[in-house]
């Protein structure tokens, strides 16, 4: 499975990014995505989530702010987020767990980071 995020830039607060990662590769039994990020000197952080029967998680902090969705048949996820703060600022990664398939546990597989920067 690869995975290749984009997105990512400068944006004001209040303001709006849309962030792409595309799948290729073994994907057919890929459980779920995320979208995690990580600050300046801190661990990542799970942001978002949704599964293979397109349920939604996301993190408190970016709830009503951040939508996480997916185009099946671009084998894409995507995560908009809008009214953004500050503190919304890190390297967003795309990240596919762990999954079995075909007698073989896969993953997880990382996407590469794609910075946000949101100016106050």
């Known amino acids: 499975v690869q995975l290749q995020a984009f997105g990512g830039g400068l944006v004001q607060a209040g303001g709006s990014l849309r962030l792409s990662c595309a799948a290729s590769?073994?994907?057919?039994?890929?459980?779920?995505v995320g979208w995690h990020r990580q600050h300046p000197g801190k661990q990542r952080e799970l942001v978002a989530t949704i599964t293979s029967q397109g349920v939604t998680h996301y993190l408190d902090s970016v709830k009503d702010r951040f939508t996480i969705s997916r185009d099946i048949a671009k084998n894409t996820v995507y995560l908009q987020m809008n009214s953004l703060k500050p503190e919304d600022t890190a390297v967003y990664f795309c990240h596919v767990p762990v999954f079995y398939y075909s007698g073989s546990y896969y993953g997880p597989y990382w996407g590469q980071g794609t910075q946000v920067t949101v100016s106050s």
């Open positions: 590769g073994n994907i057919r039994s890929i459980n779920a």
